[in-house]
C-alpha cells in the first residue's frame, strides 16, 4: 500500500526544480515516482482521496 511522506514529496520536488532546472509538475513527477506513484496526479489524487473518506485506500 503506498502512504506519501508529504515532507520528503515536498523537499524532493524543490530539489528536483532548483537543482534539475525542472517545472513544478515536472518537479513534482519526479517526487512522486520517488515514492512508489505513477505521476504527481495519482500523488495529489491518493492525497485528496484519503481526506475526503479519512481511510487509507
Do not use: K, S
Not at 10 to 36: K, M, P, S, W, Y
Amino acid at each position: 500500500m503506498l502512504i506519501p511522506d508529504i515532507e520528503t514529496f515536498e523537499e524532493r520536488a524543490a530539489i528536483a526544480q532548483f537543482d534539475g532546472n525542472l517545472t513544478l509538475v515536472e518537479a513534482e513527477d519526479v517526487a512522486a515516482v520517488d515514492q512508489g506513484f505513477r505521476d504527481r496526479e495519482h500523488y495529489w489524487q491518493w492525497l485528496a482521496d484519503y481526506a475526503i473518506t479519512r481511510r487509507l485506500p
